[in-house]
């Protein structure tokens, strides 16, 4: 069964520093991954995905695939940064529902 | 923006009545979904919803859980009989349908059983 894995309940940075916020996942097969973000009394919404390889308020993931992993990483934090971040993954055809890690609360601080 | 929307925000209810969560999906949507998120848990997956039928339901949605889209706008999760464990924060989303389409969130319903 697949499973994702955010070691991290709570990260705490300066601004300006950088943060890695780590995703390790087991599944058999080629999964999409994402990120998704809960900024404070707001929903879900979608951060990034690997298959779109794109930059997102600063944030960028690399899916590898030898070590199982889809860590989120931004060079700068900034205080807005500061909310809880979601991995998750789907297979890549068919199924789409979600599988969540635990998440890891960001907090940024001045 | 189109947004999903979700009616309680809150339900409260007594162990053992049912309970039924309300969803407006994005209008031009097709698959919908509910999650699920115990306090202090991940989200959880429960069912999906496509072209009025189950595609896909996870080991917690047993026979007490039962999903509908009434009209052509709302999409709804009943539970028949609710339990102490049924507390929790349930999430609707929906997606486009388009391969690599995201799915799109609403706020939640919080229900409490009591």
């Known amino acids: 069964a697949q499973r994702v894995t955010q070691p991290e309940k709570l990260l705490s940075v300066f601004k300006g520093a950088p943060v890695e916020l780590k995703c390790n996942y087991s599944?058999?097969?080629?999964?999409?991954l994402f990120w998704y973000v809960q900024y404070s009394r707001q929903r879900l919404q979608l951060l990034l995905r690997?298959?779109s390889r794109e930059s997102i308020k600063g944030f960028t993931a690399d899916l590898n695939k030898g070590e199982t992993s889809f860590h989120l990483k931004k060079p700068f934090a900034q205080e807005e940064d500061s909310a809880m971040y979601y991995c998750?993954?789907?297979?890549?055809?068919?199924?789409?529902?979600?599988?969540f890690g635990s998440g890891t609360r960001l907090q940024v601080q001045p | 923006e189109p947004e999903v929307t979700q009616t309680p925000s809150h339900q409260v209810t007594q162990m053992g009545q049912e309970v039924i969560l309300r969803c407006v999906p994005i209008?031009?949507?097709?698959?919908f979904y509910w999650y699920r998120q115990i306090l202090g848990q991940k989200v959880e997956f429960l069912v999906s919803?496509?072209?009025?039928?189950?595609?896909?339901k996870s080991e917690i949605f047993d026979d007490q859980f039962s999903v509908e889209r009434p009209d052509g706008s709302n999409f709804t999760l009943k539970i028949r009989s609710t339990k102490l464990e049924d507390s929790a924060m349930y999430f609707c989303?929906?997606?486009?349908?388009?391969?690599?389409?995201?799915?799109?969130f609403g706020p939640g319903t919080r229900l409490t059983v009591l």
């Open positions: 989303a929906s997606r486009g349908g388009l391969s690599g389409d995201e799915q799109f």
């Open positions: 599944y058999s097969g080629s999964p999409e």
């Open positions: 690997h298959i």
């Open positions: 998750a993954l789907s297979w890549a055809t068919g199924r789409r529902a979600l599988t």
């Open positions: 209008s031009n949507h097709l698959y």
């Open positions: 919803f496509y072209n009025n039928e189950i595609s896909e």
